[in-house]
């Protein structure tokens, strides 16, 4: 048995003829795989003001929190997949299912930006060197934003699809309801994929109506 770190954390594992089965004790680390809205905010302002592409990192963290994206379904976004008129087509990874995302006036205003800043390209998010973001560099740029940022813990980009996942379970939606749009089979930890859904209460005498939310889903064998 060892114990030796990476740029995750502490990892405990055994080494068996050269090669180990690790597991990381994320704990060590921080207390909670998910960031609030708050820290949201304060990411993307640290973003915005730490660099000449800080509009665009500010719009990937912004983007990837409110539709729930994978580090790799962020840096794969296409113009193609985007209506400014209000709509995003996601094309989810690890087998899960497409769909169609409303997106809300900020969104919209940062993406209209970032495409006149950026000039013509197929994908969105694109490096100084004419190509698009690949989800390790995202993954180390995500890390200097949270120091800049001086957070109390360490970040990664899967804490955007948690964060996003856990501000839906705060605010009441149903968790059961919309996993088949994931890549995942189970419901511990709240990840998001989106959906429509029809709400509106019997007993209030408030008519149902169809509202644009995205549905909880779980991914505790979903990459984390």
């Not at 089965?21 to 820290?39: D, F, G, H, K, M």
């Not at 379904?73 to 094309?91: F, K, M, P, T, Y």
């Not at 995500?142 to 120091?147: L, M, S, V, W």
């Not at 996003?164 to 149903?174: K, P, R, S, W």
Request: proline share 5%.
């Amino acid at each position: 048995m060892g114990v030796w770190t990476s740029g995750f954390g502490v990892i405990v594992g055994k080494r068996t003829g050269g090669r180990s089965a690790p597991s990381i004790v994320n704990s060590s680390v921080r207390t909670r795989e998910y960031l609030t809205r708050a820290e949201i905010e304060r990411l993307m302002a640290a973003a915005r003001n730490s660099s000449r592409y800080g509009h665009r990192d500010g719009t990937m963290i912004l983007i990837g929190y409110r539709h729930g994206l994978r580090a790799s379904e962020l840096c794969d976004l296409q113009w193609s997949q985007i209506e400014l008129a209000g709509r995003l087509h996601v094309r989810r990874a690890k087998n899960g299912s497409p769909s169609v995302h409303p997106m809300q006036g900020d969104e919209i205003r940062a993406l209209r930006r970032l495409q006149r800043e950026q000039g013509a390209s197929s994908h969105v998010f694109m490096t100084e060197r004419d190509g698009p973001m690949t989800p390790k560099a995202f993954h180390a740029l995500f890390g200097r934003i949270g120091e800049r940022a001086k957070m109390p813990f360490s970040v990664h980009p899967h804490m955007l699809r948690h964060g996003c996942g856990y501000a839906l379970a705060n605010a009441g939606h149903d968790t059961r309801r919309c996993r088949r749009g994931s890549a995942t089979k189970t419901s511990s930890t709240p990840c998001v994929t989106p959906s429509w859904r029809r709400i509106g209460s019997r007993t209030s005498g408030v008519r149902p109506h169809l509202w644009p939310v995205h549905g909880i889903v779980d991914t505790a064998r979903d990459g984390v």
